[in-house]
């Protein structure tokens, strides 16, 4: 029918129920950037230090990045069960990244040189991140068993998640404190040197 006053729409439990999906998925999608910011902000403030706010970016993002490509190229789609297993991968993720920062804080101040420093930060973490990763990929895998399609996606993107932020964390952390720590190691090194190097007496003129 068509004409002019006569309005043609899809209704039914089904369309509604499209329709508040595609409404959960795109707040979600926006919860989970938010998250993301504000997560790197509190870091930044929590360790009172703009470059390890700047350092936890990578691993904590990179994870997400992944788990959306490898959803992109496996022809899956973006809805509720996929954000909210990035989102809590997310929070987990960052549990990771907190572990290596804290190390990071305390043997840098005690070791001599960066790369010590975060050679035993990652050494000192990696039980903690291996156990944390382990037993949640381990717990998210039994969902693959599931005969619901979306409850299997679930659990094989949390899964994928997690692996990628231990790696991330594992590798990349440590060699972009390294890196971000190079200008503060210069200046001090700067100042030891001018503070340590002799003064020279110039002879007095008879």
């Known amino acids: 029918l068509s004409g002019p006053g006569v309005e043609i729409r899809l209704v039914g ?3 509604a129920y499209l329709e508040t999906v595609d409404g959960v998925t795109r707040d979600l999608a926006w919860s989970l950037a938010l998250a993301a910011v504000l997560i790197l902000a509190t870091l930044a403030a929590a360790f009172r230090s703009w470059r390890l706010g700047l350092a936890s970016f990578v691993p904590n993002l990179l994870p997400l990045g992944v788990s959306a490509s490898g959803l992109a190229f496996a022809g899956g789609h973006v809805d509720v069960s996929t954000l909210t297993a990035l989102t809590l991968s997310l929070g987990i993720a960052t549990d990771d990244t907190i572990h290596v920062l804290a190390r990071w804080e305390r043997t840098r101040v005690s070791c001599a040189t960066a790369i010590s420093a975060a050679r035993a930060a990652i050494l000192g973490a990696l ?12 717990a ?4 693959l068993t599931s005969a619901i399609p979306t409850i299997r996606d679930f659990g094989l993107l949390a899964g994928i998640t997690l ?8 590798v990349l952390l440590p060699s972009i404190l390294v890196v971000l720590d190079a200008p503060r190691r210069g200046t001090s090194e700067d100042e030891s040197a001018t503070s340590t190097s002799p003064t020279t007496v110039q002879p007095r003129r008879a």
Do not use: R, W
Not at 140 to 143: A, I, R
Not at 163 to 170: N, R
């Open 13 to 15: 439990d089904h369309i």
């Open 163 to 170: 692996v990628a932020a231990f790696v991330a964390d594992a």
């Open 140 to 143: 998210f895998g039994q969902l």
């Open 127 to 138: 039980p903690a991140l291996t156990m944390t990763t382990l037993t949640l990929t381990a």
